[in-house]
């Protein structure tokens, strides 16, 4: 059986551009991939702990006899994170674009799977992803439209993330202009659905 992960991030709840492409990828994934298990993780509605002196230390540096109740909590958490996404084959990530970037509750995500020797490790001194042999597909929208590739912040971004811990496929599928250019939404939804046709089509 598949398995393939669900990350949601936006804050945008029923409103959220990227959840209505999410949820138009699972129906047709469901549709063509019947023998699948879906691992569903929504960062906002079960938020996870920020990265601060205390969190890092329990990484690398705090016994686990001497950690304390949060630092346990957090390295179980981060644990729990890693698992699932090295059980999935494929990672679908919903990425609204705030500021130009990721939102904090996707940045706190990769703060907690990026861990070395479990994500990633240094070997003759390079530095290895430890996630191979997987997809990614990151579901973006943004308000404004892609003038300039050299602000183009959330997708480089994203790619050098997953790139870090060894996930090298990535497909980036969205809708822009959801603000600046409102009559051109559904549009934009319809050309993103046949995107997601074609990548399910063709994974």
């Known amino acids: 059986m598949k398995e393939i992960l669900f990350i949601q991030s936006s804050i945008n709840g029923a409103n959220s551009q990227t959840k209505r492409i999410l949820n138009y990828f699972e129906r047709y994934w469901i549709k063509n991939h019947e023998n699948t298990s879906i691992i569903k993780r929504n960062l906002v509605k079960n938020s996870l702990p920020i990265m601060d002196e205390e969190v890092f230390s329990a990484y690398y540096s705090t016994p686990l006899t001497q950690q304390s109740e949060k630092q346990k909590k957090a390295i179980e958490i981060s644990n729990e994170l890693i698992d699932e996404i090295k059980r999935s084959e494929l990672i679908v990530m919903t990425a609204p674009m705030y500021n130009l970037s990721i939102s904090s509750q996707l940045k706190n995500y990769f703060d907690l799977i990026i861990r070395a020797g479990l994500t990633f490790s240094y070997i003759n001194n390079e530095r290895v992803g430890l996630l191979k042999n997987k997809k990614a597909l990151i579901l973006t929208s943004q308000g404004g439209l892609k003038y300039d590739k ?54």
């Open 150 to 203: 050299d602000m183009d912040y959330l997708n480089n971004y994203l790619r050098d993330l997953l790139n870090f811990v060894g996930i090298e496929d990535s497909t980036f599928i969205g809708v822009e202009g959801v603000a600046m250019k409102p009559n051109n939404v559904e549009l934009e939804h319809s050309n993103a659905e046949k995107k997601i046709m074609d990548f399910i089509n063709n994974y």
